[in-house]
């Protein structure tokens, strides 16, 4: 937009009602000496070039959406769907864990029979020696 344009000195865009982002173009104009791009509707980061940053807040202000340097600091949003999209692939792999632990217990239950020890005998063994119960037969 302002590509061609590397001679301009001034720009005063105020009042214009202009939306978006400020365009890097605008931002590289080397020669620029004033600006004024107030009470519009323009969002996103000021680009962080020593030639914008020389201007005072007062040039960029009441433009909701725009952030940084000479304005506030910009804050860092997460976009909604992602964060749903991030929760709903947890809470999948939490539940394929549950259900893969679940399938796994019934499994040795039916496949072995009464064979607990026999998985975890180095344990009862070592617990019995220090007068811990950990399983009770039922008679």
């Not at 519009?40 to 020389?54: A, E």
């Not at 259900?99 to 998985?119: K, N």
Request: one cysteine or more; charged letters at 15%; proline letters at 5%.
């Amino acid at each position: 937009m302002f590509r061609n344009l590397t001679g301009l000195e001034v720009v005063y865009l105020s009042h214009n009602h202009l939306e978006g982002e400020i365009p890097m173009s605008l931002a590289s104009l080397s020669l620029l000496k004033d600006i004024d791009l107030s009470k519009n509707s323009l969002s996103g980061p000021i680009p962080q070039t020593k030639q914008l940053w020389s201007f005072p807040a007062s040039r960029f202000e009441n433009n909701s959406g725009l952030c940084g340097h000479p304005l506030q600091a910009c804050v860092a949003s997460e976009d909604p769907s992602e964060a749903e999209e991030l929760e709903w692939w947890f809470w999948f792999v939490v539940a394929m864990g549950f259900i893969s632990g679940v399938v796994c217990g019934i499994s040795f239950a039916v496949i072995w029979p009464g064979r607990i020890e026999y998985l975890f005998g180095d344990v009862i063994i070592l617990m019995q020696s220090k007068g811990t119960t950990l399983l009770k037969k039922c008679s």
